[in-house]
């Protein structure tokens, strides 16, 4: 799952946001608990523009961690633009 996270963060890095989704989906699907995950494929997904999507990532990792500010920012973020 890490190695598909370096993937996607690479693919996000490149502006190719459509295939970071596609790995940060893959290392979701290989372990499911790692708000880290949720958090850069809400990133990924602000940048296309899908804002629904981006909030439920954001959702999802401040459920699995709480304790990370940036992920409420980011949620705000997601918000401001629904």
Same mark, same amino acid.
């Given at each position: 799952?890490?190695? =598909?996270? @370096? @993937?996607?963060?690479?693919?996000?890095?490149?502006?190719?946001? /459509?295939?970071?989704?596609?790995?940060?989906?893959?290392?979701?699907?290989?372990?499911?608990?790692?708000?880290?995950? *949720?958090?850069?494929?809400?990133?990924?997904?602000? /940048? =296309?523009?899908?804002?629904?999507?981006?909030? $439920?990532?954001?959702? @999802? $990792?401040?459920? =699995?961690?709480?304790?990370?500010?940036?992920?409420? *920012?980011?949620?705000?973020?997601?918000? *401001?633009? =629904?």
């Amino acid at each position: 799952a890490n190695q =598909l996270y @370096e @993937e996607g963060n690479d693919f996000y890095r490149n502006k190719d946001y /459509q295939a970071a989704v596609n790995s940060f989906t893959e290392a979701i699907a290989l372990n499911p608990t790692d708000d880290r995950f *949720y958090n850069v494929r809400g990133s990924a997904f602000m /940048q =296309l523009d899908n804002y629904a999507n981006a909030l $439920a990532d954001y959702n @999802e $990792a401040i459920r =699995l961690n709480p304790t990370v500010a940036k992920y409420f *920012y980011n949620r705000a973020n997601a918000n *401001y633009k =629904l």
